[in-house]
């Protein structure tokens, strides 16, 4: 069984930053890629950004390329999102994902979700 769990969400004014954490347990987890999604409201849930096993491959969406970054730390089984420069269309629910890239390097296949964490951008 795997279980993710997010953190750092909040409340944060239009040009600030946060970073949003998930600690990861479970045996396939340092084998996995890991990756953020996020949902806004009466929205589909959207791919973020994802990092590969090793952490030398990273991929993002186009909106949010060069203001985040993911990177993760294996030896605390911990992925970390850092948000720069955020805009209110950054506001949702941000969710942990574990799986496998797809072959479109656009998106995640998962097979884990976190139960996500809510970040909220005023303007």
Do not use: H
Not at 46 to 72: E, H, L, M, P, Q
Not at 96 to 105: E, I, Q
């Amino acid at each position: 069984q795997v279980q993710l769990v997010e953190s750092g969400g909040g409340l944060v004014q239009a040009g600030g930053s946060l970073r949003l954490s998930c600690a990861a347990s479970g045996r396939t987890v340092s084998t996995a890629t890991m990756g953020w999604f996020r949902q806004a409201p009466g929205k589909e849930r959207d791919f973020v950004s994802a990092i590969s096993w090793s952490g030398g491959n990273t991929y993002y969406a186009d909106t949010v390329k060069g203001r985040f970054t993911i990177s993760k730390d294996n030896a605390k089984n911990t992925v970390y999102l850092q948000m720069n420069s955020l805009k209110p269309e950054d506001t949702a629910v941000y969710y942990c994902a574990a799986g496998y890239m797809a072959s479109t390097r656009q998106t995640m296949g998962v097979a884990y979700w976190g139960q996500g964490t809510q970040v909220t951008v005023s303007s």
